[in-house]
């Protein structure tokens, strides 16, 4: 089983509908969550860090569920620019060194 | 924010040839740096841990003689695929830890691709 796990998509969504989607981890001591974003041939970049009360950025809405050990996206609005590969990310418990896992990503395609 | 760079942003070279590949931080200074390998369609997957000062730690499965890591300075961290080979095709991205910042929150550099010819 992988650590953390990720459905590929592609999720297709309509310009200005809303998507979701989730990840769940494995380990129950994980601590930190986020969401990065990559575009296609490029590095993640941060999108968002996920808190335990949840939290929205602008569009975009973070929830983090630990009973049931995932944590979500939700984006409203969508735009074209949207389109991406949504990577959900962990800290690897009791590291030291702020390791994290990645998983393998969620790809978001916005059509007109 | 914080930026991390590297360079070269791609590098085609010869089977049998080595290749240094350098990341830094460049408005802050980060202990730790990481280095990741990912392939076409892939998560990344974390290759080796670089501390300044001190030796690097490896994952399971990397082998340490072939990527030579230094992290000479707070700012700066090398990544060196030593004897490359066409199967070391890839594209490698270097991270920093803002130790400042929350939540360990690290920043990635904007990655180096690498074909082995």
């Known amino acids: 089983r992988k650590e953390v796990e990720q459905d590929p998509g592609p999720f297709n969504v309509p310009e200005g509908a809303t998507v979701a989607f989730n990840c769940t981890y494995s380990?129950?001591?994980?601590?930190?969550f986020f969401w990065y974003r990559q575009d296609c041939r490029k590095e993640p970049k941060l999108l968002m860090s996920v808190y335990s009360s949840g939290n929205e950025d602008g569009r975009f809405t973070a929830q983090l569920n630990r009973a049931s050990q995932y944590i979500s996206l939700l984006i409203r609005d969508s735009k074209l620019s949207d389109s991406a590969t949504y990577l959900c990310v962990v800290t690897i418990p009791a590291d030291s060194w702020g390791k994290l896992q990645f998983g393998a990503g969620t790809q978001v395609v916005v059509t007109p | 924010g914080a930026v991390v760079s590297q360079h070269p942003s791609w590098v085609i070279c010869k089977s049998g040839t080595s290749v240094k590949i350098e990341c830094r931080s460049l408005d802050f200074q980060a202990t730790t740096m990481f280095w990741y390998r990912q392939f076409p369609k892939q998560s990344l997957m974390l290759m080796a841990t670089?501390?300044?000062?001190?030796?690097?730690?490896?994952e399971q499965g990397v082998e340490k003689d072939k990527f030579l890591i230094n992290h000479a300075s707070l700012t700066l961290s090398t990544l060196t695929v030593t004897s490359a080979h066409p199967e070391d095709s890839s594209f490698y991205i270097c991270?920093?830890?803002?130790?400042?910042?929350?939540?360990?929150?690290?920043?990635f550099g904007p990655g180096t691709r690498l074909t082995v010819l």
């Open positions: 991270s920093a830890r803002d130790e400042g910042a929350n939540y360990n929150e690290q920043f």
């Open positions: 380990n129950s001591a994980s601590q930190s």
């Open positions: 670089s501390n300044e000062g001190s030796k690097a730690t490896y």
